[in-house]
C-alpha cells in the first residue's frame, strides 16, 4: 500500500471561503500531483510539481495555486471556493528515477470529495 | 487529439465471460504502458505495466503494439469484483507533464 494522504476526505464550506486541501505522502516520493474529477468524469491533471520549489500548472485551468515547500507535502489552495469547484480532488505521487526515463507508475491518495454550496 | 483514446463502455458481461479492452495512443513518443484500475467513488490503483513482448498477471493478460499505437486488455473469467473502470495509461519523457490517462472503459460483470 502506497503512503500517501489526503485530509480532509469529505469538506462542505459555503462559496467565497479560503480553503486548503492537504496531501503529504512518505515515500519520498519527488514528484507529486493533483487532479480533479468529476463523478463518472475522467482524471484532469490541474498542477504537479518535481521537486521542492517547483510547481507547474496541469492541462486543465483552474483557480486554486499550490505549493511545494517540502518534499512530503503538496497542498492545494482556493482562496474564494464557488459552487463549480465542486468535485473530487486527487493527490499522486511518483517515486525518483533514472534521468531521460518517465516515472514507473503513480500512487494516489484516498481523494478528497469538495462541495461548495 | 487526446494523448490516450478508449472506448467509454459499458461494458455489460456475465460472470465468467472474457472481456477486452483497447486503448489508443497518439504520441509514438511514448515510452511506458500501464492499465489502472478505479473503482466506483475510490483512487485509482495500478492493475498492471505493459510491455512490448505482453504480459499475463493471473486473468489478466495486456498487449502492446507500438507500430499500431494500440495496447489491451483481456480479462478471462470475469468476476463480480472486476466491476470497476480501467484506465489506460501511457507516459514520455517530456519537460512537463508524463502521464496521460484515458478517459477509462467501464465494466460492469453481471451475475
Known amino acids: 500500500e502506497a503512503d500517501i494522504y489526503q485530509t480532509p476526505r469529505y469538506l462542505v464550506i459555503g462559496t467565497g471561503k479560503k480553503i486548503t486541501l492537504e496531501c503529504s505522502q512518505t515515500?519520498?516520493?519527488?514528484?507529486m500531483y493533483w487532479y480533479q474529477q468529476d463523478p463518472g468524469m475522467e482524471l484532469h491533471l490541474i498542477h504537479y510539481s518535481y521537486g521542492v520549489n517547483s510547481t507547474e500548472k496541469g492541462d486543465l485551468s483552474s483557480e486554486s495555486t499550490v505549493s511545494r515547500i517540502r518534499t512530503e507535502h503538496f497542498p492545494l489552495t482556493l482562496e474564494s471556493a464557488r459552487p463549480s469547484h465542486t468535485s473530487q480532488y486527487l493527490c499522486?505521487?511518483?517515486?525518483?528515477?533514472?534521468?531521460?526515463?518517465?516515472?514507473?507508475?503513480?500512487?494516489f491518495g484516498p481523494g478528497t470529495r469538495l462541495l461548495v454550496l | 487529439r487526446k494523448e490516450v483514446e478508449q472506448d467509454p463502455g459499458p461494458f455489460n458481461v456475465p460472470e465468467g465471460a472474457t472481456v477486452a479492452f483497447n486503448c489508443t495512443y497518439s504520441?509514438?513518443?511514448?515510452?511506458?504502458f500501464f492499465w489502472y484500475r478505479q473503482d466506483c467513488r475510490k483512487e485509482p490503483k495500478l492493475l498492471m505495466s505493459?510491455?512490448?513482448s505482453g504480459n499475463e498477471d493471473g486473468r489478466f493478460t495486456a498487449q502492446l503494439n507500438r507500430a499500431s499505437q494500440y495496447i489491451s486488455l483481456l480479462i478471462r473469467d470475469s468476476k463480480l469484483s472486476d466491476s470497476a473502470t480501467y484506465l489506460c495509461?501511457?507516459?514520455?519523457?517530456?519537460?512537463?507533464?508524463?502521464?496521460?490517462f484515458g478517459t477509462g472503459t467501464s465494466l460492469t460483470v453481471i451475475p
Open positions: 515515500m519520498g516520493h519527488d514528484k
Open positions: 499522486a505521487s511518483s517515486p525518483p528515477g533514472p534521468s531521460g526515463v518517465p516515472p514507473r507508475t503513480q500512487y
Open positions: 505493459v510491455y512490448s
Open positions: 495509461v501511457a507516459t514520455r519523457t517530456v519537460t512537463g507533464n508524463q502521464f496521460y
Open positions: 504520441n509514438s513518443a511514448s515510452q511506458s
